[in-house]
């Protein structure tokens, strides 16, 4: 008996994933602002996987004979002040802008996602400290906290995942734990107490899918913030490092010293940079609309 | 209501109390400490004796609790300490910043509002057509372009048109407002079109969301001229999110501004953060990090009661 009303409480709150196909055919036929932006990024992610085969010539390979060349047809979008071929670290960029933008978003959602929601299941004191923890992190802009975080932790592309995901954290937290608190109150919630599930369980197998929407909405808006927020700090010195082809660190140092000689070593990496957080936005948004039941409605 | 100001303004207290512990914590777990930052800038070899000497002078030899309270009972009577590079007061230092920092914010601002507020509303009222789409993506691409570059191509097209560059040191608005304003508004635009996306997006929802309400169609079905619902009963009303979304941005502002100040070579307070993070100067970070907090709590509360003064319905207790 309590076996099957075990089985039932878990399998009601169980994610849809079969119909996976059909609503992204419905996503891509009534949002294609949010439909363009998918294929540019799938188009970045693809780039990143098969950079490898992709790029022309070894990002890191210095050519001095070939310094701070124009785009030509062997380097189409020229080459730098070490003579590397602008256009690979551009392709090896993508890889490093994912990673980052990725990883860093994920973990911020989701262990942000995993706070609000004990925060919310728990209440009482544990809420109000945990509440009081992540106000103290949301009185910083983004950028002074990430940059906290790398002075503790030394730069290089590890660290930069997590000086991003620290700022992150509170943001999510703060949006699913007001969805959680409404949550809290449903019958299945008190079902599964009844039951004798852990709090463990009734957290992560009860309340988490149920706050999926904001998640992946917080998720997505991550992203192109994520890889914004890499840029700006590689650009400072105090990101990811040299040699690795990175968009924000491309346009450090050089690019700006050699701006009027070399103005494609300025324009390529912050068209990349723009282009790839533009896309990540067009699809966070129309994922936002499609999601949010308070919008669907009007 | 005076009780709702002073409760919120002593709350701000333990706010700045807790920040100040996160802040303290964090920097003392960073590996290295500013004594061998100097002395390894300086290539030669530095004897144990002198490198102890220079960490008791700075009190870097004592027990972390005894740094914290000293470090507090200074601010208590309103001594903030000296930097640890300079010797300087750290109070001196960001003083001679603050004023840059603080104008080009209010600069960034006045651009954001005079490019949003039109933008976002014209948006509203003619949506979905081209003039919706053009507002709509030329927001969502302010949101994309990073500041920094912007700022970039900014100076590349006067370096390449004008052969002009941005002048190497800061010309006080009180000294030669001209030559501080042409310096200035370049990186006030390039902030300022990241800033009016934000508030564009706010001010085109939010008027959208004012027109479908009840009390606009009465403003209509009793005949008003288009111009005067618009203004008196939408307008006024769907600003309240937008002054909202346009307070916390200025607040983000005075201390986030760390790239542009360095794509624009001003030396305000976000280089003068990067500056001490990059040395290691344990009390100019901390004392930065609590104004840029400071300014951001304050300016959250500025808001509030800017909302609650223009909206009767919002009484705080």
């Keep these: 008996m309590a076996k099957a009303l075990t089985a039932a409480t878990d399998a009601g709150v169980v994610f849809h994933t079969r119909r996976g196909f059909d609503v992204c055919v419905r996503f891509a036929r009534e949002r294609a602002l949010g439909a363009a932006g998918a294929v540019i990024i799938l188009v970045m992610i693809f780039a990143a996987l098969v950079a490898d085969l992709f790029a022309p010539f070894d990002p890191l390979e210095t050519d001095y004979a070939a310094m701070l060349q124009g785009p030509s047809s062997t380097h189409w979008f020229g080459t730098d002040s070490f003579g590397r071929d602008v256009l690979s670290r551009l392709i090896y960029g993508s890889r490093t802008a994912l990673w980052i933008g990725f990883s860093s978003s994920f973990m911020g959602a989701t262990v942000g996602a995993v706070i609000g929601v004990a925060s919310a299941y728990f209440g009482g004191k544990a809420d109000l400290i945990v509440q009081r923890f992540m106000d103290l992190l949301l009185s910083f802009p983004l950028i002074v906290l990430a940059l906290v975080v790398v002075a503790v932790l030394g730069t290089g592309t590890t660290n930069v995942i997590f000086a991003i995901t620290v700022p992150m954290l509170p943001r999510c937290a703060l949006v699913v734990r007001s969805s959680a608190l409404s949550l809290r109150q449903m019958p299945f919630v008190d079902a599964a107490r009844a039951l004798g599930f852990g709090h463990r369980r009734i957290i992560f197998r009860h309340m988490l899918p149920n706050v999926m929407a904001p998640y992946l909405v917080m998720l997505t808006a991550f992203l192109g913030q994520a890889i914004l927020l890499e840029s700006s700090l590689s650009f400072l010195g105090l990101g990811v490092t040299e040699p690795t082809a990175a968009w924000g660190l491309m346009l450090r140092g050089a690019a700006v010293e050699f701006a009027e000689r070399a103005p494609w070593m300025a324009i390529f990496p912050g068209l990349a940079i723009s282009l790839s957080v533009f896309a990540f936005n067009l699809f966070g948004d129309s994922l936002r609309d499609a999601l949010d039941p308070k919008l669907r409605l009007s | ?317």
Excluded: C
């Design chain 2, 1 to 317: 209501m005076q009780r709702y100001i002073l409760k919120r303004l002593l709350l701000m207290i333990p706010t700045l109390f807790g920040v100040a512990v996160l802040v303290f914590v964090m920097l003392r777990v960073a590996p290295g400490d500013i004594v061998e930052l100097k002395y390894a800038g300086t290539g030669t070899f530095a004897p144990k004796e002198a490198i102890e000497r220079e960490r008791a002078q700075l009190g870097l030899d004592k027990p972390l609790w005894h740094q914290f309270i000293s470090w507090m009972w200074g601010i208590a009577r309103l001594d903030f300490g000296n930097s640890m590079w300079t010797g300087r007061p750290v109070i001196h230092e960001i003083a001679i910043r603050l004023e840059l920092s603080l104008q080009l914010a209010l600069m960034a601002t006045i651009v954001a509002v005079f490019l949003s507020v039109p933008l976002g509303t014209l948006a509203a009222l003619k949506q979905d057509t081209w003039i919706d789409y053009f507002v709509r993506v030329f927001s969502i691409a302010g949101l994309a372009v990073p500041s920094f570059w912007l700022g970039i191509l900014i100076i590349l097209g006067f370096l390449i048109f004008f052969k002009w560059l941005p002048p190497l040191t800061f010309t006080s608005f009180w000294v030669d407002p001209k030559a501080n304003l042409t310096q200035l508004i370049w990186p006030a635009l390039a902030v300022g079109y990241r800033y009016s996306a934000v508030a564009t997006r706010m001010t085109r929802s939010a008027v959208l969301e004012v027109l479908r309400e009840d009390y606009v169609r009465t403003a209509r079905a009793k005949g008003l001229l288009e111009k005067v619902v618009l203004v008196r009963h939408a307008l006024k009303n769907a600003l309240l999110p937008v002054i909202t979304v346009i307070g916390l941005e200025f607040a983000f502002l005075v201390g986030g501004l760390v790239v542009t100040e360095q794509v624009f070579n001003l030396n305000g307070i976000g280089m003068l953060f990067v500056e001490s993070i990059a040395q290691r100067d344990y009390i100019m970070v901390q004392t930065l990090v609590l104004l840029i907090s400071f300014v951001f709590i304050f300016v959250n509360f500025v808001v509030d009661l800017v909302n609650a003064s223009l909206d009767p319905r919002i009484r705080y207790q």
